[in-house]
């Protein structure tokens, strides 16, 4: 749930990227902490198994600034893919104020990509949310692969987007899409917030 | 030392426990991690950071505790080699705060910080607000604003 300060004017959203195994949750959050100035983000916690596998979540804080007269910042997690941390991925999302959906593109991924999307609406029910209600974008990542290997953004979007939400390409290890993502939820985020709908 | 409130009516009590504690840093924080009062620590950031890692360490305690079909860890304690750690839920009109207090060994000791935990959380129940109805937070035009930050941020 986002916090909101009138009397200092500052607010804080979460927002939890999610997705299957291996989809690059973790690499959007790395190329963000190399391409924010030290003075705009805080540490990057990883909480990582000796494989660097995520065992329970990655956490970057960013500063975005002024906006319309508020100090805005951004806690940016991420969940462990893999399917037995299910536990801790449902702990993550805990007062989540959006979410990135980050599917893996490879045409082999896309059953791993369902079974996540179906586990993130399951986890976000048992929080009480539903994930209609919540802001949500989705990134096609590892658009960067070979054709024959990949399945293009616009069929993701057939196999994945249900609601229709923003979706984006990506190849979040060189950065592209990274921001535009980051952007894109961002702005659904606090238009929620500019709405006065409960955040 | 910073001392600061997001929500003013968690600062009396948190400067108050700090006093009669001895406690270093404290950090007065939703079950979801946001900080809502905050004593010791200089960058924002890292305040952050350790809000996420006790409100994480709180929620997976709690979910053993559900496992085990048991009431929640009233609180959880480690004890380090100079510095202590001390991490407690308290249930209050604004929802389920997790309070987070370092204390050094040669000022503190966990029976101090225990025994004025319980008063921090009679105080903190007894500020908290009842919940207000949602309110317009930012103007309509705030994109603008977003996409100069954000451009900014990454050197766009």
Redesign the interface.
């Known amino acids: ?5 009138f ?2 004017r ?3 959203c ?1 927002i939890v990227y999610y997705g299957p195994g291996r989809s690059g949750k973790t690499t959007n959050l790395h190329y963000v902490y190399d ?3 030290d003075s ?4 990057m ?1 990883s ?1 990582a198994t000796q494989t660097d596998r995520t065992l ?2 990655d ?1 970057l ?10 100090s ?2 951004f ?1 940016l ?1 991420t969940v462990p893919g893999q399917v037995y941390y299910n ?2 991925r ?3 999302l ?3 104020d959006g979410v990135v959906f980050v599917a893996d593109s490879q045409a082999q991924q896309l059953d791993e990509n369902l079974e996540s999307l179906q586990n993130l609406q399951s986890n976000l029910l048992e929080h009480g949310v539903d994930v209609r209600s919540l802001p949500l974008v989705m990134q096609y990542n590892k658009q960067d692969l070979p054709r024959e290997l990949i399945l293009a953004p616009a069929d993701l979007d057939d196999a994945l987007n249900f609601r229709g939400v923003p979706s984006f390409g990506a190849d979040a290890l060189h950065g592209a899409g990274v ?1 535009e993502t ?2 894109g939820i ?2 659904l985020v ?1 238009k929620r ?7 | 030392m910073t001392t600061r409130a997001v929500e003013p009516w968690t600062l009396e009590p948190m400067v108050g426990f700090v006093q009669e504690a001895g406690a270093r840093l404290v950090l007065v924080m939703t079950s979801a991690g946001q900080v809502l009062a905050q004593h010791g620590f200089s960058r924002a950031m890292d305040v952050m950071s350790a809000a996420a890692l006790g409100a994480a360490i709180m929620a997976s305690t709690d979910e053993i505790a559900r496992q085990l079909d048991q009431p929640p860890f009233a609180a959880l304690n480690h004890q380090g080699e100079r510095h202590g750690i001390f991490l407690a839920a308290v249930p209050t009109n604004r929802g389920r705060l997790v309070v987070l207090v370092v204390y050094d060994l040669d000022v503190s000791s966990l029976g101090l910080v225990q025994l004025f935990f319980g008063q921090l959380a009679a105080d903190l129940r007894a500020a908290s607000p009842k919940p207000e109805v949602p309110k317009q937070v930012l103007a309509a035009d705030f994109e603008r604003d977003l996409g100069n930050s954000l451009n900014a941020l990454f050197g766009r």
């Open positions: 749930m986002s916090l909101v300060n009397t200092a500052e607010i804080a979460k391409r924010v100035p705009r983000r805080g540490q916690v909480l329970f979540f956490f804080p960013i500063d975005l600034g002024q906006i319309s007269g508020f805005t910042r806690q997690y536990a801790t449902r702990l993550v805990q007062g989540a921001f980051l952007k961002s702005e606090l917030l500019a709405a006065g709908s409960p955040a």
